[in-house]
Antibody, heavy 119, light 107 residues
Framework: EVQLLESGGAFVRPGGSLRLSCVAS????????MSWVRQAPGKGLEWVSA????????YYTDSVKGRFTISRDNSKNTLYLQMNSLRAEDTAVYYC????????????WGQGTLVTVSS | IVLTQSPGTLSLSPGERATLSCRAS???????LAWYQQKPGQAPRLLIY???SRATGIPARFSGSGSGTDFTLTISRLEPEDFAVYYC?????????FGQGTKVEIK
């Protein structure tokens, strides 16, 4: 059974930093591209960032470029999102999601971790 | 690509047919469109990919259709567990994007 377990969400002041983690199990992690998708309270879904299976290619939505960094440690089956210079508009539940066949759609999701940015 | 879903809310009774629309601001290559279901407090669940292929374990009452810029998710007969929010997502162009969602509520 595929499992994705996020952690690291917290309350943080504007300008602060957080690192989210997502531990994967139940599949060969290194063969799947992974993404972070977020959902602001009461709002829709927004793709944030993606990384290839090897970690050699990364992608970001414009609003987080230069502030967020996605990475992975395939030896630990773990996906990361380093978030710097956080803004109030980054407040959201952050989901890690597995990309099916590196295609861009998501066949498994974690339960999410809440990031709150507020003064 | 901007995805616009309609209607915003659909009020229906169990047993009725639900038709949800997703319109793209430009052609989605290779019909690379997916549909997800999300219930309160839960993560999204993949229903449809490639515009019309059902994901593993998804009941046959869910079907997807369309091409180019216009796509539809149909639920043939609503079951009580189908009342939720539904999102379309395109993966034909970068950046990936989602529609704003359609809420299917009990009438």
């Amino acid at each position: 059974e595929v499992q994705l377990l996020e952690s690291g969400g917290a309350f943080v002041r504007p300008g602060g930093s957080l690192r989210l983690s997502c531990v994967a199990s139940g599949f060969t992690f290194s063969t799947y591209a992974m993404s972070w998708v977020r959902q602001a309270p009461g709002k829709g879904l927004e793709w944030v960032s993606a990384i290839s299976g090897s970690g050699g290619s990364t992608y970001y939505t414009d609003s987080v470029k230069g502030r967020f960094t996605i990475s992975r440690d395939n030896s630990k089956n773990t996906l990361y999102l380093q978030m710097n210079s956080l803004r109030a508009e980054d407040t959201a539940v952050y989901y890690c999601a597995r990309e099916r066949d590196s295609s861009g759609y998501f066949d498994d999701w974690g339960q999410g971790t809440l990031v709150t940015v507020s003064s | 690509i901007v995805l616009t879903q309609s209607p915003g809310t659909l009020s229906l009774s169990p047993g009725e047919r639900a038709t949800l629309s997703c319109r793209a601001s430009q052609t989605i290559s290779n019909n690379n469109l997916a549909w997800y279901q999300q219930k309160p407090g839960q993560a999204p669940r993949l229903l449809i990919y490639g515009a019309s292929s059902r994901a593993t374990g998804i009941p046959a009452r869910f079907s997807g259709s369309g091409s180019g810029t216009d796509f539809t998710l149909t639920i043939s007969r609503l079951e009580p567990e189908d009342f939720a929010v539904y999102y379309c997502q395109q993966y034909g162009s970068s950046p990936l994007s989602f529609g704003q969602g359609t809420k299917v509520e009990i009438k």
